[in-house]
């Protein structure tokens, strides 16, 4: 659970919004197993942060305490839409928005994971380029050479893409699409018995379940 002292909980919630039990969180979980985007989900329902927030999540923004199994989320960034732009790095929505979100130990076990996942993945692509230099130095037939050249290119590419550290990424190591994480959460929703709520109604989630245990 979330012990974030800066989280607000919603004073004017709509009358007719679904409140969901602890049964339906665990449900939901149960749901998202095999989503790419689970550990998105996941972090929305353990902070209340925003899709953009979660969007623009970078790890250098994030601090492990390995000690005390624990995790501080500062909330700086957001993925913003820009009109003929699409989706860019920048501001969360309000200046009250920038805040620190403290994780106990599921929340820790969820970031560490994802870290320690996608150092793996870094140091494999690392391997990767270093193996197709070698390859291209000592090929001999110019069009092996070229396709050791382009697959050396696509790789520094794909590992440059991930150079800034994004927490959620797409297959391509860009940044996760926030529209497209909604779209996704809709169609497990509407494909299940839980009450309907938008990803944004996992706020109300995380709100209510921290007014149950008096945070």
Known sequence: VCANKTTKLYKKEKRDAPIW???????FRSLIKESPFRDFYELALLTGMRRSE????RMQNIDLDHERKRATIRV???RVRVRGRGYV???PKTK??????TLLEDGYALLNGIFWERQLVQ???????????????????SVRRLEH???????????????PGYVFTQ??????????ASTAFAQIIKGSRLPYITLHGLRHVHATRLMVLGV
Do not use: C, F, W, Y
């Open 21 to 27: 039990s602890e049964n339906n969180v665990a449900a």
């Open 54 to 57: 979660l969007a623009g999540l």
């Open 76 to 78: 700086v960034e957001a």
């Open 89 to 91: 790095q920048g501001q």
């Open 96 to 101: 009250s928005a920038r805040r620190s979100v």
């Open 123 to 141: 140091g494999e692509k690392e391997e990767a380029i270093k193996g197709l230099h070698q390859m291209a130095e000592v090929e001999q037939d």
């Open 149 to 163: 050249t382009l697959q050396l290119e696509k790789l520094q590419s794909d590992l440059d893409n991930n150079n």
């Open 171 to 180: 297959a391509n190591g860009k940044p996760v699409n926030p529209d497209e």
